[in-house]
């Protein structure tokens, strides 16, 4: 077969587009698809909210009335092998058949237990023209939250932190003193838009009182996680003000409860044992939460740490030294990514 009309920016359009669905898909994955008749692109769409259409549905439905003809003779790119089961919406295969697209390239497969290259292996048993792996690697990066979902049954997790030049976490009596500048505070807020759920300790809810929410930034807040054991945390703490929803995981609720203000309160209760972050995470799952990014303290990034229950972790480093203070954590990982962000850097680690 003769690949030579390929065009790698048609893809790199799909990556563009599903990106599109940071922060709204998960735990269900982002995908950007484009059709292209004689090299141009007649329509286009990505995966915009989890249970909505899939990016394959939105690009055939984007054609123009006076195009549609066209579309019999389009190559469809998309960044993910196409659907093959009725889930929240219908099998993309079958959209893919009924419009008689001649030609699929896909970047790379699906590992939904349904799909997994059963996708493929329909659309070429109909007569489809089907390419697989064309910028493979790239489409991978893009679908890695959804394939350690899928793989590991648990919400992708971020451990995110600050740390000094010389490796000091918090202070040693744990008054709250800023590490990073109120540039990259922006950029937290940023990653906070991008994730269904954000989780911290007791002793951070304490000594930090952090608010979690989305301020500074677009788009929306993620779901608060807090852990209070005792049910020790002060109901006027910033965690509690306003009405966003907030999980605090107690080991046993008590029939008189805290005065909470917030409405969208709820509690969570679990046994405080070795198991209890994996119970935290499949409890997260089953609620369609398919994103987790841990923003402290210490004893809660270790434990993550130690379980091994992290898929990624974005360490800013202030350009501050501190002479004491609280050793941070150590990321068991070899290989990171190191970039200039405002005043300090990040360092960027992914589980492998
Ligand atoms: C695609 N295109 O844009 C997306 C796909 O429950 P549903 O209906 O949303 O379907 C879930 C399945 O579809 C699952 O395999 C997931 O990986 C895939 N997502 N597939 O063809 C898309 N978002
Ligand atoms: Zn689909």
Not at 28 to 53: Q, S
Not at 319 to 333: L, M, S
Request: glycine share 6%; hydrophobic share 40%; aromatic share 8%.
């Amino acid at each position: 077969m003769n690949y030579s009309d390929l065009n790698e920016d048609f893809m790199y359009r799909c990556f563009q587009l599903a990106l599109l669905g940071k922060g709204f898909v998960a735990p269900n994955p982002m995908v950007g698809a484009v059709l292209v008749h004689n090299n141009i692109i007649i329509g286009e769409g990505f995966h915009e909210r989890f249970g909505h259409a899939h990016a394959e549905v939105n690009a055939i439905h984007s054609v123009a009335e006076s195009s549609k003809h066209l579309i019999p003779k389009s190559t469809l790119y998309v960044s993910l092998e196409p659907c093959c089961f009725h889930g929240k919406t219908p099998a993309c295969t079958s959209l893919i058949l009924d419009h008689k697209i001649s030609r699929v390239v896909i970047s790379c497969l699906d590992n939904t237990p349904e799909v997994a290259g059963k996708g493929v292996e329909i659309l070429k048993k109909a007569g489809v023209e089907v390419i697989t792996g064309f910028l493979e690697e790239q489409g991978k990066n893009i679908s890695r939250q959804r394939s350690v979902i899928v793989e590991k049954k648990r919400p992708y997790v971020i451990l995110k932190y600050a740390q000094t030049l010389n490796g000091k976490f918090a202070t040693l009596d744990k008054h709250q003193k800023w590490i990073t500048s109120s540039l990259t505070k922006r950029l937290v807020h940023k990653w906070r838009s991008e994730v269904d759920s954000i989780m911290v300790g007791t002793n951070t809810a304490l000594s930090d009182n952090p608010s979690l929410t989305n301020r500074l930034y677009y788009g929306s807040s993620p779901v608060r996680l807090v852990l209070d054991r005792k049910l020790s945390l002060a109901p006027d703490l910033n965690l509690f003000h306003d009405n966003h929803p907030t999980i605090i995981v107690t080991e046993k609720i008590p029939k008189q409860l805290p005065a909470y203000k917030n409405q969208n309160l709820s509690l969570l209760e679990l046994p405080f044992h070795d198991r209890l972050l994996r119970r935290i995470l499949k409890h997260l799952l089953s609620q369609n939460i398919g994103t987790l990014m841990v923003e402290g303290g210490i004893q809660l990034i270790n434990s993550f740490i130690e379980q091994g229950l992290w898929d990624e972790a974005r360490v800013l480093i202030g350009n501050v030294h501190w002479k004491e203070g609280q050793d941070a954590p150590e990321i068991p990982e070899k290989t990171f990514f190191r970039k200039k962000i405002a005043k300090e850097d990040l360092v960027l680690f992914y589980k492998s």
